[in-house]
């Protein structure tokens, strides 16, 4: 993942994670159904997308739908896979366009084998862009560690660096900046390992109400943080 980032105040985030939460509670305060709530959510991503490029990061990494998801009704789940591909099949050529390089973590290759090769076609499409959108799916922290602490033993060798570069994230910058939306304060199995120096911010906006704006005060505020590794 990368060097350690310099300690002190007023440095730009360049990996950015968010925790999207809060589609279920937009729809519900409404009185829609949850798939029109998960909708805006997938509109609050395309919006997001499109300014981060002046932001200056170069990583914005989302988490899309977790492993723990399958355990919500069955047309709920169904709604999040089609929703999953309409955004690929709609956006597909803005990525490109714009030089956004899709990166997938977790187990997503276990999803629906449509989607599987779906993913694969605009991973490869998009491998020349120079600015990372890292979408977690079918993700879990935990595994991800069991999972990179077990090819490091393989290889000969458990340490932090040993799991660390066998990390999904390994080729991407540290993270710098973990947001989570709708008030929850808790981490839900996300980016465990890597956010362990992190910066954490959790705000009661909804995603599907969450805003560029709303990112770039988060980056401002990121950029008065000391962050000290434990130094002092």
């Known amino acids: ?7 002190g105040t007023g440095q730009g985030a360049r ?3 968010i ?8 729809a519900k305060k409404r009185g829609l159904p949850r798939s029109v709530g998960h909708q805006r959510g997938v509109e609050a991503v395309r919006r997001l997308v499109r300014a981060v490029e002046p932001m200056g990061l170069d990583c914005l ?5 977790s492993s723990e998801n399958w355990k919500r009704s069955e047309d709920e789940v169904d709604d999040l896979m089609n929703l999953m591909r309409k955004f690929i099949k709609s956006d597909l050529a803005e990525f490109i366009a714009n030089g956004v390089k899709l990166k997938i973590i977790g187990d997503w290759r276990s999803l629906a084998p449509d989607i599987v090769a779906m993913l694969e076609d605009a991973l490869e499409q998009t491998s ?5 959108l890292a979408v977690a799916l079918n993700y879990g922290a935990q595994n991800e560690i069991a999972r990179a602490a077990t090819r490091a033993a393989q290889a000969g060798e458990i340490t932090t660096a040993s799991i660390d570069a066998n990390l999904d994230t390994h080729d991407l910058p540290p993270l710098d900046l973990l947001i989570r939306t709708s008030g929850e304060v808790r981490l839900s199995n996300f980016l465990l390992w890597q956010a362990a120096y992190a910066e954490m911010l959790f705000v009661d906006t909804l995603w599907p109400d969450f805003k560029p704006e709303h990112l ?3 980056l401002d505020d990121f950029g008065t943080r000391e ?5 002092r």
């Open 216 to 218: 770039q005060q988060a």
């Open 61 to 65: 990494t989302l988490y899309a739908f």
């Open 128 to 132: 020349k862009g120079t600015q990372t």
């Open 15 to 17: 990996h950015v994670a």
């Open 227 to 231: 962050r000290r590794y434990g130094g």
């Open 1 to 7: 993942m990368g060097e350690r980032p310099n300690t």
């Open 19 to 26: 925790i999207m939460d809060g589609n279920g509670r937009w």
